[in-house]
Nanobody
């Protein structure tokens, strides 16, 4: 079971980026997925979450109205569309998935390796 992020990079303030998180593996039932970020010298914080069916989303106040989380279950991929980026959005963005390991029936939290987003002023 693996989460692989892509789509990070350098962008000017006011610009846009779309992050992707591809989920591969079997015997894991995802309940929810989300994006977190960690800026230099700061704790990791929640950016956005989405339920397994995609019907419910939740966002940090700092990104509401600018970021959109979505998922394509057929492609086992989650996205984060980031618009009107600000320098304070600069961070390493991590993909997260919470769900049940079907072999052990235990709840697990999975993390990707992270992708760096840098917003220049």
């Amino acid at each position: 079971v693996q989460l692989v992020e892509s789509g990070g990079g350098l962008v000017q303030a006011g610009g846009s980026l779309r992050l992707s998180c591809a989920f591969s593996g079997s015997a894991f039932s995802i309940n929810r997925m989300g994006w977190y970020r960690q800026a230099p010298g700061k704790q990791r914080e929640l950016v956005a979450v989405i339920t397994s069916g995609g019907g419910t989303t939740n966002y940090a106040d700092s990104v509401k109205g600018r970021f959109t989380i979505s998922r394509d279950n057929a492609k086992n991929t989650m996205y984060l569309q980031m618009n009107t980026l600000k320098p304070e959005d600069t961070a390493v963005y991590y993909c997260n998935a919470g769900g049940v390991d079907l072999l052990t029936d235990k709840y697990l939290e999975l993390w990707g390796q992270g992708t760096l987003v840098t917003v220049s002023s």
